[in-house]
């Protein structure tokens, strides 16, 4: 599975979108990208994954750049319950499911 | 339904003791996984097994034992417990091990090997 780079951390105000950026200049045309987060040390929880389209659900939006190479999560509108790690990992369909995880982008939410 | 449960939440073991982490998942998901996190890390992956019976090694196998005897079961077993073993461990489980879907994960167990 390719390799992600996040930046370590990130500051947002509570109200303001948040948009954390992950490249995955190694991404191969079968991998998909998926985020994740982990909230003060619970269990991680499922955000969101695409493959190259553009995704968008209750929680978050996904933009992919055309190339693959770079990732946004947005969350359009943060609060302080956002407040977390996150994780953008990259993985091969047919991957037997494992998840390799990085060090992720721990996100502040400030009032 | 439950997700995915794990017991205990904590427990303190002595050097060389054994004991198993339970975990369990009530939506008959074929994939299941142990994780452990580090202080300060992510998750890296001990074991896992794509069904019933059938188990595999992750990143970071050396001193842990697993089997799948059910679908809806898949225990943890420190063979005899070390200081480095001190850890959050995470179970997790997937509808199908093609790698397109998402995980579930459950709430952790807090263990400290002294």
């Known amino acids: 599975d390719a390799k992600t780079t996040q930046p370590t951390s990130m500051d947002c105000a509570e109200g303001r979108a948040a948009n954390l950026p992950c490249n995955h200049s190694?991404?191969?045309?079968?991998?998909?990208v998926y985020w994740y987060r982990q909230i003060h040390s619970q269990g991680p929880q499922y955000i969101i994954h695409?493959?190259?389209n553009n995704e968008t659900n209750e929680m978050a939006s996904l933009i992919i750049t055309e190339d693959r190479k770079s990732s946004t999560l947005i969350l359009p509108h943060a609060t302080l319950r956002d407040t977390a790690v996150y994780y953008c990992i990259v993985r091969t369909r047919g991957s037997q499911g494992n998840l390799i995880f990085g060090k992720g982008t721990k996100l502040s939410v400030k009032p | 339904n439950a997700g995915v449960t794990q017991t205990p939440k904590f427990q303190v073991l002595k050097t060389g003791q054994s004991m198993t982490l339970q975990c369990a998942q009530d939506m008959n998901h074929e994939y299941m996984s142990w994780y452990r996190q580090d202080p300060g890390m992510g998750l890296r992956l001990i074991h896992y097994s794509v069904g019933a019976g059938i188990t595999d090694q992750g990143e970071v196998p050396n001193g842990y034992n697993v089997s799948r005897s059910t679908t809806e079961d898949f225990p943890l077993r420190l063979l005899s417990a070390a200081p480095s073993q001190t850890s959050v461990y995470f179970c997790?489980?997937?509808?199908?091990?093609?790698?397109?879907?998402?995980?579930?994960f459950g709430p952790g167990t807090r263990l400290t090997v002294t």
């Open positions: 695409g493959l190259k």
């Open positions: 190694t991404i191969s045309g079968n991998e998909y």
């Open positions: 997790a489980s997937t509808l199908g091990a093609a790698g397109d879907s998402e995980q579930y």
